[in-house]
C-alpha cells in the first residue's frame, strides 16, 4: 500500500476573507481578490488561463506567478473544495483504502476546524479568470482546485493532476455557457423593449 504524504508547506496564518462566484446561477470557483462586480452588474465575456499545478504553497511561490497571498488564499480555498467525510470508511469507500486521511493540525486550521476525513491532499492548481461586465469594467480573479488521491490516481501525481484539469475544464464550460445564456436572454429582452417601442 502506497502511503500518500501531506505537503510539507502549509499557510501560516488563517484568512477569513473568502469570495465565491455565484453570479447567474453558476456555481463555480473559490476565488481570491480585492474587487467584484457589484449586484446588479453581471458577466458579458470570461476568459480562462491555463491553470497551473503546486504540491505545496512554497512551491506557487517559488514559481514567483502568484503573490505568496494569492498562493495561500488559493490554497487554503482548495482545501475547503476537498470532499469531506464524517468517518474514515466512508471516505475509503468512496476514494479507495489508504487513500484517505484526517487533515493535519495546520490543514484543520486552514479549513476551520477537524473532525472530519478526506482524500489526501497532494497539491492544488491555480489560475487565472478575466472577465468583463455589463457596465465595461475588466476585473481578475484567481482561481483554484484541489489536487487529491483516489482509487482512479492512486496517489500519482501526474494523474491526479490530470484529472484535477478535467474538473477545471468542466468549470470553466459551465461558467462560459452560463455568460452565454445570460448575454443571450439580455440581448432578447432588449430587442423586445425596443419592438414595443417602435410600434407605439
Do not use: I
Not at 480585492?34 to 514559481?63: G, I, W
Not at 488559493?74 to 473544495?81: K, N, T
Amino acid at each position: 500500500m502506497q502511503k500518500q504524504t501531506h505537503p510539507t508547506h502549509l499557510p501560516r496564518r488563517k484568512r477569513s476573507a473568502r469570495l465565491s462566484l455565484a453570479m447567474m446561477g453558476a456555481s463555480a470557483f473559490g476565488l481570491t481578490a480585492c474587487t467584484q462586480p457589484a449586484e446588479d452588474e453581471h458577466l458579458t465575456d470570461v476568459r480562462f488561463d491555463e491553470p497551473k499545478s503546486y504540491q505545496s504553497v512554497e512551491d506557487c511561490v517559488a514559481a514567483n506567478v502568484y503573490t505568496r497571498s494569492a498562493c495561500e488564499d488559493a490554497y487554503e480555498a482548495s482545501l475547503e473544495s476537498v470532499p469531506r467525510f464524517d468517518t474514515l470508511e466512508a471516505c475509503e469507500a468512496e476514494h479507495g483504502e489508504g487513500a484517505c486521511a484526517a487533515p493535519t493540525d495546520e490543514q484543520a486550521q486552514a479549513a476551520g476546524g477537524g473532525g472530519w476525513f478526506m482524500p489526501a491532499m497532494m497539491g492544488y492548481m491555480v489560475g487565472n479568470m478575466l472577465a468583463n461586465t455589463s457596465r465595461g469594467r475588466s476585473f481578475e480573479r484567481v482561481y483554484q482546485e484541489p489536487v487529491y488521491r483516489n482509487r482512479q490516481n492512486q496517489g500519482n501525481w501526474n494523474a491526479a493532476t490530470s484529472q484535477a484539469s478535467q474538473r477545471v475544464n468542466q468549470r470553466n464550460e459551465a461558467m462560459r455557457s452560463s455568460v452565454v445564456q445570460n448575454r443571450q436572454a439580455t440581448t432578447r429582452r432588449g430587442l423586445g423593449t425596443r419592438s414595443a417601442s417602435w410600434g407605439s
